[in-house]
């Protein structure tokens, strides 16, 4: 047994059966050791823990040992590093029971085109920082404060934005700050009751906040928007590593915190802030916004009105399409949240040797069928729960919900079948929103108010399920067993069984009898767009549509940057409010 000994000899870390440091080599293969971790061994399993004694590793690999360091990939001395920054972490999962963990690294040194021209490192490449950068300030006045509708992340980051270059953003919310929402919510989750203005939906922070927590995004970035989203996070309370991981994910006690303290910067920077603040209509002249009406009762003179609306502020939407606000029907999905027992999801992704191990496992399917319908996974929730996400009375639609350390048991997705302005019974803008109603109102009365679940056998066979099979289902809100067919077409129905089969040749077991299905998911995107220029208005000159309501934006990241986009867009045009 090797030992370790504190300044006065004194045996520390006993708890361990083995204790020793971490050798490594430099260019010249000398052997140096890793600084401030040692190495341990308890049960037969290897850990890590700090010269203090604070766990870094858990105890539980069968063996650690390092690589060889930065300094050998690129044949230099570690004196000549002046930094170092991970930027990207992922598993590579594909020669499984082999798993890697792969990190991206960014080196700071002098001389970088002689050193990878010394190195012969194929993996090493010159990066140009790409900084995200406020545009010029534009020329017009401003009479009056702009107003920014809804504190989702379009909303906040718009707000962020104008706030930091001095416009003084006052932003109206209809639901209630985080902390007093989340109450409401773990109370409607409990009890059933419903307030209509302050639950998963509505509130400071918008829809995401009540979900997985996503970070990633597939929208282009060439000016380093994404980026600045993520080190904002950070800079109010978000761990660094969603900087870096390859599908970060932040969580929603995480994210609840991260919104108060943006908020409160906002406030500091000159923001305002006005909760339980619903807008009922709009003054126009000209084409031209004029002012907005607060609760039917209040108006306030704007000529700037960002839109930053969430895909279910269904009673806004009607009160816009009525002014005249150009908008139009768009194609979203619908479908179900299925669950499955976590292990079961790490085993098929990981390979039995990692599955207890490692995170929580994601996973991607989709299915385009012979009958021209695409089904696919849509915010796959790993250790996560289905939630009742309703905000209408006698109406029902559900979600996925993790904690930052994504703990439950089971892993849910929605499994989604693409519906288009054809399948909408009507040719009106609002007409997407009325489908999804109707979906709801047949969910909530298959349950009773309460989450109404099926096993997916007894879905195949068209019968109402009685129990659960081998495992539970994870959910916040209460639930009832039902028969969900009827709810779609025949023919969706057909295509949300063949995509299930599909997705068992990838995912063993996927189309198990006792996976859960819980109904139903209506809200995936926002059944509107409102169309915008390029300068990201919207025909009645001062409203600036953004974000996930508005129809130009599908999660958290995405969301934040399209309104950070139309930020940009008033910046460049107003001068700052003096």
Known sequence: ???????????????????????????????????????????????????????????????????????????????????????????????????????????????????????????????????????????????????????????????????????????????????????????????????????????EGGAGTFSDGKLNTLV????????????????????????????????????SKVIAAMREEILHLGGTFEFESCVTDIRVENQKIKAVEINHNTWMETEVCVLALGHSARDTFEMLHKTGLFMEPKAFAVGFRVEHPQRDINRSQYGEKYAELLEAAPYKVTANLANGSGVYSFCMCPGGYVVNA??????????????SDRGSKNANSAIIVSVTPDDFEGTDALSGVEFQRRLEEKAFALGNGKIPQQLFGDYCENKKSTGYGTF????????????????????????FIEGMHSFAKHIPDFDRKDAILSGVESRTSSPIRIRRDEVFEANIRGIYPCGEGAGYAGGITSAAMDGMKVAEAVIQKYQPLK
């Open 390 to 403: 309703s905000s209408e009375e006698k109406r029902l639609a559900v979600n996925g919900m993790s904690y």
């Open 220 to 255: 282009k970035d060439p000016v380093g928007r994404s980026r600045f989203v993520l080190d904002t996070f950070v800079s109010f309370g978000a761990p660094e590593k969603i900087t870096y991981e390859n599908k970060p994910h932040i969580g929603t006690d995480i994210l």
């Open 1 to 203: 047994k090797t030992k370790a000994l504190d300044s006065n000899n004194k045996e520390i870390f006993t708890d361990f059966e083995q204790i020793e440091s971490i050798p490594n080599t430099d260019e010249q293969n000398n052997v140096w050791y890793e600084s401030n971790v040692l190495k341990v061994k308890k049960d037969g399993k290897y850990g890590l823990i700090d010269l203090d004694g604070k766990e870094i590793l858990k105890a539980e690999y069968s063996e650690i040992f390092a690589m060889p360091g930065i300094e050998n990939s690129l044949k230099i001395k570690k004196d000549q590093i002046k930094k170092l920054q991970i930027v990207k972490k992922s598993i590579d999962a594909r020669k499984k029971p082999d798993i890697s963990i792969v990190y991206s690294v960014d080196v700071w040194v002098d001389n970088e085109e002689k050193i990878l021209k010394h190195s012969g490192n194929k993996n090493a490449v010159c990066v140009k920082e790409k900084k995200y950068k406020v545009p010029e300030h534009g020329t017009e006045c401003m009479n009056h404060r702009p107003v920014v509708i809804g504190a989702g992340p379009a909303g906040l980051f718009c707000a962020y934005l104008l706030a930091r270059e001095g416009y003084r953003p006052l932003v109206f919310e209809r639901g209630k700050k985080v902390g007093e929402r989340t109450e409401d919510v773990l109370h409607f989750w409990k009890t059933g009751v419903l307030d209509p203005a302050s639950n998963v939906q509505f509130g």
């Open 472 to 495: 539970s289902s994870e959910t916040r809100g209460e639930t009832a067993f039902s028969n969900l067919r009827g709810l779609f077409s025949d023919e969706m129905e057909q295509s």
